[in-house]
Each structure stands twice: as structure tokens, then as C-alpha cells.
């Protein structure tokens, strides 16, 4: 975990990678509960059967959002903030799914900080790519533009 020491460390890391997480096997029970948290029910994400006989990938898939969702919890085990009041989740600008996550899948996420703007001398706004990427495979699974504001 890399750990930043307050807001004018973190200005200067603007353009590096703040890192990797640990890789996070994808389950259908996971997918599972996904669905019946969201009513999104589709059979290519909970019916393996169906999936094996009539979907490209022959498998069940995540959905994209499950992917988009572990993004905060994957994001803390790769750096932290210190001297930070309270951090948060501002929205993403920009989230495409490049790549699907058949079930049973590794995925990890990667963290670029692509842009820091100071709000006023207690906040600060930034803002990082989040790469998503599958065990085994080049293309990523999820790209998304993470807005964060710090409180200091």
C-alpha cells in the first residue's frame, strides 16, 4: 500500500501509478448477489446453463457495474491519504467495459493519478484512471475516470 503524506505529497504524484491491488477471484455467488441487490436478473450473468449453451463467452459473466463497484474497496488497499478528515466518492466522468469477466475470473485494478486540483487550502479534488484488468488476457475489463474530493 503506498501511503501519502497529506495533500501536497499527493499534488506532486500527478501522472505515476500509485499502484496494483492484490488479484480478487470473481464467483457466480458473488454475481449472484449482484444480481438480487440490483434486479438485474439476465441470464448471461445468473444461469450457467443457459450461458454455456447460448452466450460467446460459454460461461456466466459479471456484470459491468459489479466490476465498477469494487472499485472503492480495491482502491483502498492500494494507497491511503494521510491527514485526510474524510474522503469522498465524487462520480466517474468516463466508464467503459472493453472486456468481459467470465465467472470464476482474477481481476485486479490498477490506480494512475491523472489529475489533483486544490480546492481551497482543505480540499482537494482528484482525479484517477482505474484499470481494470483479467488474469491472462491483455485487453481490460473495466477503464473508468475516479473522481475523489479529500477533506483535510
Known amino acids: 500500500m503506498k501511503i501519502i503524506n497529506g495533500i501536497a505529497e499527493l499534488k506532486t504524484l500527478v501522472g505515476q501509478e500509485l499502484g496494483v491491488s492484490d488479484w480478487l477471484t470473481i464467483p457466480q455467488s458473488q ?22 449453451q447460448f ?22 488497499k492500494i494507497w491511503q491519504v494521510k491527514g485526510v ?5 465524487y462520480g466517474t466522468n468516463k466508464v467503459r467495459f472493453p472486456a468481459p469477466v467470465p465467472v470464476d475470473s482474477q481481476i485486479r485494478l490498477r490506480a494512475v493519478l491523472t489529475e489533483f486540483e ?15 484488468e483479467r488474469e491472462g488476457t491483455e485487453k481490460p475489463v473495466c477503464v473508468a475516470e475516479f473522481v475523489m474530493r479529500f477533506y483535510f
Open 118 to 132: 486544490e480546492i481551497d487550502a482543505q480540499t482537494a479534488q482528484t482525479i484517477v484512471k482505474a484499470t481494470f
Open 85 to 89: 478528515k474524510m474522503g469522498v466518492n
Open 31 to 52: 454475481i449472484n448477489n449482484f444480481a438480487e441487490a440490483t434486479g438485474d436478473h439476465q441470464w448471461i450473468h445468473t444461469q450457467p446453463e443457459m450461458a454455456k
Open 55 to 76: 452466450s460467446p463467452f460459454k460461461t456466466t459473466i459479471a456484470h459491468g457495474f459489479l466490476t465498477l463497484s469494487l472499485l472503492p474497496m480495491l482502491m483502498d
